[in-house]
């Protein structure tokens, strides 16, 4: 069967099924079977493909039909300006946290050396991409899921960076170290009967999605915690829901934190509060 019917056949199937990137997605999940660039399927559309690949490719297929993310089926991600390792323990990293590295990296110059706290680290994507711009900076990175520590520490490995950043395995109610120059976090903030609304949900990690009741719990904990785990004068910049900017910034006022910047994502949703832990 040649390539160009076999992302037709494919198609139909995720077409049928309302998954509306079919197009890319079936390029996506073709190099991924034939081991090559989504370029050179492109240009190999008349190219026979053996037996066996035909079936990776629609067994590939089916897992997508169900709305599997494309991340998880192919095992990575990209984010900022790399690759990472992306599976069901983690969530997939989002462009809108690029919001989160871009506003940290505003924070530090080329050559500071400054030490940084993750909470909730997830795949790394934070961490390893600030990692990878600002060389003289160290990292802790805290999670309370192992299979997440253990793919982070992978990321990390692949990354170069194992010597920069420490990985415990922890809650940030359990968690107390040093004085950090700033902290980021982008926790769990769905509200809890919401996330069974979610796309993805019967594959990303709820422990990364669920925020409790009012979709503030874990976020009111890390701003708690930074208060004690940051300098004076140090800063937080914390991933928030589209409609928790009133709210959170409520409460970071009456834990005397400085509001500098909020700024909103790709969606125009408020997405990413930059604050100073002032005394
Ligand atoms: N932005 C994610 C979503 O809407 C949620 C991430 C989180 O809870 N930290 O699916």
Not at 132 to 137: L, N, S, T
Not at 236 to 250: A, P, R
Not at 264 to 274: A, E, L, P, S
């Amino acid at each position: 069967m040649k390539i160009i019917n076999s992302l037709k056949d494919g198609g139909e199937i995720l077409k049928k099924n309302n998954i509306s990137s079919y197009k890319i997605d079936c390029e996506i999940l073709m190099s991924q079977t034939l081991n090559i660039s989504r370029e050179e399927v492109l240009l190999n559309l008349e190219r026979n493909i053996k037996k066996e690949e035909k079936e990776e490719f629609f067994n590939l297929i089916y897992r997508r039909r169900k709305n599997e993310p494309i991340a998880y089926i192919i095992n990575n991600k990209d984010f900022w300006r790399d690759k990472f390792i992306a599976d069901k323990n983690v969530l997939i990293p989002r462009p809108d946290s690029e919001h989160l590295v871009e506003q940290t990296l505003r924070l530090i110059k080329k050559d500071q050396g400054k030490r940084i706290l993750d909470v909730g680290v997830g795949s790394g994507c934070l961490s390893i991409s600030i990692l990878k711009e600002r060389p003289f900076c160290k990292f802790d990175a805290i999670d309370p899921s192992k299979k997440a520590i253990k793919l982070a520490k992978t990321n990390a490995k692949l990354h170069q960076l194992s010597n920069r950043i420490k990985f415990y395995k922890r809650d940030v109610d359990n968690f107390y170290n040093d004085k950090y120059d700033l902290i980021i976090s982008n926790p769990p903030y769905i509200i809890k009967h919401k996330i069974k609304y979610l796309d993805s949900i019967n594959y990303e990690p709820k422990i990364a999605l669920d925020g409790g009741l009012d979709g503030l719990e874990i976020i009111k904990k890390v701003i708690s915690k930074s208060k004690y785990l940051l300098k004076t004068n140090g800063k937080l910049i914390l991933e928030i829901g589209h409609d928790q900017k009133y709210k959170v910034t409520k409460f970071l006022k009456e834990k005397k934190f400085f509001i500098n910047n909020i700024i909103k994502d790709y969606g125009n949703n408020t997405r990413c509060v930059v604050s100073t832990k002032i005394n």
